[in-house]
């Protein structure tokens, strides 16, 4: 009854995510409200540019992505980016006072966070922002 050992996939948590992007581009991933909806093509086109930028603002394998956009599909799209761009997601609040913000930061020794608070173009809604140390 106590055995809990199992076998697992060699495989990271989102690479099942990109290969059914891949396999089914239009089938829908995300749907929210009435009528929200992105397919795993859409969805997959998001993320990948968050990790493009990421990369860009020098994003190491390993390294912790801050994300703060408030629930919903943006922040799937900002998990999903970290992840592709071999980071590790640090989930923050979205309401956190920039002090704080700042403090999980450094505890976390993230310089990378992903936001709402500012607009770039290259990712639509959620901005990218060094964390000033």
């Not at 020794?109 to 959620?126: A, H, P, V, W, Y």
Request: aromatic share 6%; charged share 25%.
């Amino acid at each position: 009854m106590n055995d809990t050992a199992a076998s697992f996939p060699a495989r990271c948590l989102h690479e099942p995510f990109f290969g059914r992007a891949e396999r089914a581009p239009d089938a829908p991933a995300l749907l929210w409200g009435e009528t929200g909806t992105w397919s795993y093509g859409e969805l997959s086109d998001r993320a990948l540019r968050v990790a493009a930028a990421l990369r860009e603002h020098g994003m190491r394998t390993g390294e912790r992505g801050g994300g703060e956009p408030a629930k919903g599909a943006e922040q799937v799209a900002a998990v999903l980016g970290v992840l592709a761009a071999g980071g590790i997601y640090l989930p923050i609040g979205w309401d956190q006072p920039d002090s704080r913000l700042h403090r999980i930061m450094t505890i976390a020794d993230s310089r990378l966070i992903i936001t709402d608070r500012q607009l770039m173009g290259q990712l639509g809604s959620t901005g990218l922002v060094r964390s000033p140390r």
